[in-house]
């Protein structure tokens, strides 16, 4: 019964590990160590045409029929506009928005330099685009390779300003005007998109407008097993019926090759349309309950470069039938930003899910509030972690007495079953009877450490996720040399103490009697504290603490019993 209690015990610590590494990975858009490693997309030595004509996909499926693609290159003009949180660079090809600089946030490991989310270089491929085209096959329209007419206005948010805008203007094409306006907002991350297509000609017009997110399949980093894996970057929308879905560019590359369709809701009246990455996400949405078909493709750009392709997620609005000198207005919204829990519940149903904790939601959204709480008390999130294992601990405080208890309890008759085992070593079946003697007179049960630990196991999976998925942590400093909880201890230290921390415990808990398990107590430990080396160290510090409480409360319970 020991060597089974001992048994299970490092069978849920070895196959928790292994799943939290593997849950790591697919959580932010890795690899699973269970599934085939998917091809990585790699950077373009030159950009891939940017989504827009009427040529079709090659290869692919149009799940929404008449969606522009690629076309060649037209000069246009673009302007720069600035708020305090953000500085957005608009092109009039389209009203296209090309790029987006988040002013409050820097990127990791350089300070000097803002995230930029929206981009189209030579490198890099990440577009929000609007247009029209016809519902019924008709003749193009205006469309995000139209080239607009910029109106003039400011280009700053102004200090006591709240919000700034910003009007583009198409040429008449196929008998239809688009106007385009973007309005900024002091403190948000959200843009007000208003459009209005006019019927400029002298026959009725079926137009449909499309928002759309196109971007390229590059991601970087790697997914080995010992090193950081990347983020998930990729698709996802959300409906009331299909609730929320991610795409992910293999997805995609497989329904292009054959010919087929992502699986999804196609048509709603609700819902939106978004890209992920780590920390940040862009989505396209219109609050208003409207028919709108969504679509999925990838687009394959410059044809001299296939290797290169755009991935596009889109939300289509049939406007139904304009007649001459008619117009139709649709406002949307593009929130391109931060994934903050509270606003992303702000904004739509479901969105906060991009934010995404898993199977474990449940216990992750409170723990999620809670640790902010504590934030706001304590202004670090370091402290902030460390309150909150302090509290779980707290709750958790008689299902650990009793698993302790346990383990303490078997270390005080070790040496009893040390020496039975040693007088009946050839006979094992008398061993194990006297064994079973041994644990009833002591009155001392095997597995009676075993239910605690599952019974904590999906809260601490839960802390887990919320710590990964927590953009407030990115850039967040702790003491000294922690300068930024989200990714790795710069000088080890964390993983150090945790794994001497690790050390210290096993030393606590009874010696195996068999001399194999006994070394496999010393050698396991130090084998999974590898993984800590790469984990951010806002997870490490909660496992470090974790473990120091968790050692001082055995102790306690070692000394109170006896134990030596």
């Known amino acids: 019964m020991t060597d089974m209690r001992r048994t299970i015990l490092w069978v849920v610590f070895s196959v928790s590990l292994f799943l939290l590494w593997d849950a790591w990975n697919k959580h932010n858009g890795g690899t699973s160590m269970f599934a085939p490693k998917p091809p990585v997309v790699a950077a373009a030595g030159a950009a891939p045409a940017p989504a827009g004509s009427n040529t079709a996909t090659p290869g692919a499926a149009q799940a ?164 950081a894996p990347t983020a998930y970057t990729g698709p996802a929308m959300y409906t009331d019926s299909g609730k929320f879905k991610k795409v992910e560019f293999a997805d995609i590359d497989k329904a292009a090759k054959n010919r087929s369709v992502v699986d999804h809701d196609k048509t709603a009246d609700n819902g939106w349309v978004a890209m992920i990455q780590h920390y940040f996400a862009s989505t396209w949405i219109v609050a208003d309950k409207a028919p709108r078909e969504f679509s999925f493709e990838r687009i394959e750009g410059d044809p001299s470069n296939f290797n290169q392709p755009l991935y596009r997620t889109a939300m289509v609005f049939p406007l139904g039938e304009l007649a001459p000198g008619a117009e139709r207005k649709l406002d949307a919204v593009l929130f391109a930003g931060p994934q903050e829990g509270k606003t992303l519940e702000s904004l739509a149903p479901g969105l906060d899910l991009v934010k995404d904790y898993g199977w474990l939601t449940i216990l992750a959204k409170p723990l999620y509030w809670l640790l902010d709480q504590l934030h706001s008390l304590l202004g670090n999130w370091g402290w902030a972690i460390v309150v909150l294992v302090v509290l779980l601990k707290i709750a958790f405080y008689g299902l650990n007495a009793h698993a302790y208890k346990s383990m303490a309890k078997m270390k005080a008759i070790n040496p009893k079953v040390m020496d039975m085992r040693e007088r009946y070593k050839d006979k094992p079946q008398q061993m194990q009877q006297e064994m079973m003697r041994i644990y009833r007179e002591e009155k001392v049960n095997p597995l009676g450490g075993c239910l605690p630990i599952f019974v904590q196991m999906p809260f601490f999976i839960a802390l887990y996720s919320v710590l990964l998925s927590t953009v407030e942590m990115r850039n967040a400093p702790w003491i000294g040399w922690i300068h930024d909880l989200s990714t790795q201890d710069p000088l080890y230290i964390l993983p150090l103490l945790m794994t001497a921390s690790t050390m210290f415990q096993t030393w606590l808990n009874p010696t195996p009697p068999d001399p194999v398990q006994a070394k496999m107590m010393w050698i396991m430990p130090l084998v999974f504290s590898v993984m800590f080396f790469v984990f951010p160290a806002g997870l490490v510090l909660y496992w470090l603490t974790n473990n120091v409480l968790g050692i001082a409360q055995q102790w306690y319970i070692n000394r109170k019993l006896g134990v030596k």
């Open 64 to 227: 929404t029929a008449g969606l522009p693609t690629v076309a060649a290159p037209v000069a246009s003009e673009q302007v720069t506009v600035n708020t305090d949180v953000i500085r957005a660079t608009l092109d009039s090809k389209g009203g296209d928005l090309v790029r987006l600089e988040l002013l409050k946030h820097s990127e990791l490991g350089d300070a000097t330099k803002h995230v930029v989310l929206f981009d189209h270089t030579d490198k890099r491929v990440y577009l929000a685009q609007t247009g029209a085209y016809s519902a019924n096959g008709g003749p193009a329209l205006p469309n995000h390779l139209t080239v607009m007419t910029l109106l003039p206005g400011e280009r700053s948010l102004k200090e006591g300003d709240k919000t700034l805008s910003l009007s583009f203007e198409s040429p008449e094409v196929g008998g239809i005007k688009l106007s385009k306006t973007y309005t900024f907002t002091r403190g948000l991350y959200t843009v007000s998109v208003s459009h209005v297509l006019k019927n400029v000609s002298g026959a009725p017009i079926s137009p449909k407008l499309y928002l759309q997110l196109a971007r390229d399949g590059h991601v970087e980093g790697n997914t080995s097993f010992l090193s």
